[in-house]
């Protein structure tokens, strides 16, 4: 099975104080090749490198990843999920229906963000929370 790498365990994984747990299982992935991505995730870890030289390591890195693609059944899945979900009183951002639904039957997402056990409880999305 291949597995969606949260950025929320990505930051984990980089930060040097960052949770053994998490790192350990990010390497586990890592070093079995079930690692991918999404344009998303991608993003979202490159926005937050702290320096030039970390964001063209972190691009190299992240663009080495084969790319789960958020395709118009994907943004569709994340819409139908926000609205639901905010009807229930549960407003998920939006970077994270988009990673879901992009993940959606694909992968497992890999997290430390509990909107995607809800996401799990709500609409099946196959989750793995490693906070």
């Given amino acids: 099975m291949m597995f969606l790498i949260d950025s929320s365990a990505w930051i984990e994984y980089f930060r040097p104080q960052g949770s053994d747990k998490v790192k350990k299982r990010v390497r586990e992935i890592l070093s079995k090749e079930e690692a991918v991505t999404c344009g998303v995730v991608v993003v979202e870890i490159l926005r937050g ?7 063209e390591s972190l691009k190299e890195a ?3 990843l084969p790319q789960v693609p958020l395709d118009d059944t994907a943004i569709e899945r994340a819409g139908e999920w926000g609205f639901r979900g905010d ?3 549960r407003a998920v951002p939006t970077t994270d229906l988009l990673i879901g639904a992009a ?5 497992i997402v890999l997290h430390c963000d509990r909107d995607f056990q809800f996401l799990s409880s709500a609409f099946g999305l196959d989750q793995e929370y490693c906070g």
């Fill in 49 to 55: 490198a702290l320096d030039k030289k970390t964001h």
């Fill in 62 to 64: 992240m663009l080495a």
């Fill in 87 to 89: 009807r229930r009183g």
């Fill in 103 to 107: 993940a959606f039957k694909k992968a």
